[in-house]
């Protein structure tokens, strides 16, 4: 059984990612995906917020496993015995930090690939960082976004986020 890990932030989970996460299920048995808990990182939705909005728009899909972890991605692959990790590639900005990362990750444990994938071309310019700013301003989420997040996300702005 090929098991993958697609690990994130997820602040808030964009249609990019839902078409990362149905591009990654196609080609394993088994994806996780995974919120990284990062405690340096500022994020706008608790980890659990993150998870509940995860669940509700992927978790009822069979292979798809919904959950979070701490520390070294790579750890965290091996402790799953998944194989790979996946990421999504938006522009050749992204790739830079990408690549480093893979790299990384291969030294220190060439068993966990990792692999690219590019979301469809209407998704290629989202990010969560401009979603919240589309947000802050009260513009229109909803092409972005799941439809089941749009209103926990304004509504999170509209109290200041």
Known sequence: MKIAVYPGTFDPITLGHVDVIRRAKS?????HVSVARNSAKKTMFSLEERLEMLRTVVGDTKGI?????EGLTVNYCLSLN??????????????EFEFQM????RKLDERIETIFLMPSEQYTYLSSAMIKEIARLD?????????????????????GG
């Open 27 to 31: 080609i394993t048995d088994t994806l």
């Open 65 to 69: 496993i919904v959950d979070s972890f």
């Open 102 to 105: 893979a790299l990384t990750n």
């Open 139 to 159: 513009g229109d989420i909803s092409p972005f976004v799941p439809k089941e997040c749009v209103e926990r996300i304004k509504k999170r702005c509209r109290i």
């Open 82 to 95: 998944a194989c790979a990790i996946v990421r999504g590639l938006r522009a050749i900005s992204d790739f």
